[in-house]
Nanobody
Framework: QVQLVESGGGLVQAGGSLRLSCAVSESIFNFRAIGWYRQAPEKQRELVATITYGDSTNYADSVKGRFTISRDNAKNTVYLEMNSLKPEDTAVYYC???????????WGQGTQVTVSS
């Protein structure tokens, strides 16, 4: 069973930074892509950023220029560096891994990010 464990969330003031980590229980090369989603209270879950097997990255317009997704293959870990945080970035952030097969995506339990104004 694949496990994804997020960490690094917390409370930060607007303009501050956080780095989220997603530790994957097996080689990240076993996945087509790994990404971060977020869900704010009473809102739908939305894509934040993804990184593919080939190192292509994709970002939501709302975080472009502020967030950076990266990975450490040796540690089977994907990171989300978040800078210039805004109160509207407050949400639970989830890590997800898309397998090469047609199986469903794997999800972590989420980590809370709260940005105070």
């Amino acid at each position: 069973q694949v496990q994804l464990v997020e960490s690094g969330g917390g409370l930060v003031q607007a303009g501050g930074s956080l780095r989220l980590s997603c530790a994957v229980s097996e080689s990240i090369f076993n996945f087509r892509a790994i990404g971060w989603y977020r869900q704010a209270p009473e809102k739908q879950r939305e894509l934040v950023a993804t990184i593919t097997y080939g190192d292509s990255t994709n970002y939501a317009d709302s975080v472009k220029g502020r967030f950076t997704i990266s990975r450490d293959n040796a540690k089977n870990t994907v990171y989300l560096e978040m800078n210039s945080l805004k109160p509207e970035d407050t949400a639970v952030y989830y890590c997800t891994a898309r397998p090469w097969s047609t199986a469903s995506d794997y999800w972590g339990q989420g980590t809370q990010v709260t940005v105070s104004s």
